[in-house]
């Protein structure tokens, strides 16, 4: 939908953080699984559970500078419905959707491409927002001793990163991503329960895949 910022390699990294409780305790995609359950037509009962262990959420990075400010005129060519899960694609997306969201039904000469997500944040959508809706019930789900995984795909230049990880520009704390929030909520829930009778073990693994090699970045000597 927009064009990458230009970086001339990319790296897939693989974050990774789990936790386990001394005592037993009564899908950017997330996901979710019991820790012994495997994945089969079996293991899931109904819609609604597949529902709940499985989510995809699509979200719309805004412009860069240099794409707004550039020899060709930026044209906006996606549109987010109010319900968020639907995303409209067209090349003149102005010329498909009224005032009030809503598409046109004759749109004349211009195509329209609509896709259904379980979220879809638009481009303004704050980094809390994006957390608290999509990656906060995963986190929980690992703290009560269920395998989760919350991972980020897409091109380089689409804002994986930021969305991953963000950044404190100015001491902006808002705009921590995914990771530092989700570290967070584990050591909070830590603090919370932790007694003489409860001991917590947390291990963390910062996985980076460049030119087919496989390094820990918080243990090189991996």
Excluded: C, W
Excluded at 120 to 141: G, I, L, N, P, W
Excluded at 158 to 169: L, Q, V
Excluded at 188 to 209: C, D, E, K, T, W
Aim: proline letters at 6%; aromatic letters at 10%.
């Amino acid at each position: 939908m927009f064009p990458p910022n230009g970086r001339s390699q990319s790296r897939n990294r693989s974050y990774s953080i789990s936790s386990s409780v001394s005592t037993p305790n009564g899908s950017l995609t997330s996901s979710k699984s019991n820790k012994n359950t495997s994945f089969n037509n079996r293991s899931i009962s109904s819609p609604e559970q597949r529902n709940n262990n499985f989510k995809v959420v699509i979200r719309v990075r805004p412009p860069l500078p240099r794409e707004l400010s550039g020899e060709i005129e930026f044209q906006n060519v996606v549109a987010v419905d109010e319900k968020e899960q639907m995303i409209t694609i067209s090349e003149n997306i102005d010329a498909v959707i009224d005032e009030h969201g809503q598409i046109i039904p004759n749109p004349g000469p211009y195509g329209i491409h609509n896709f259904f997500f379980d979220h879809v944040y638009d481009q303004y959508s704050s980094q809390k927002k994006v957390f608290e809706t999509t990656a906060r019930a995963v986190v929980d789900s690992a703290l009560q001793g269920y395998n989760a995984t919350i991972f980020a795909y897409g091109q380089t230049g689409t804002g994986k990163t930021f969305t991953m990880e963000g950044f404190n520009k100015d001491g902006n704390i808002e705009n921590r991503g995914i990771i530092p929030r989700a570290i967070e909520q584990i050591f909070g829930h830590i603090q919370r329960n932790a007694s003489p009778r409860m001991r917590f073990l947390v291990r963390a693994s910062y996985l980076q895949i460049y030119n087919e090699q496989i390094s820990d970045l918080l243990k090189p000597e991996r």
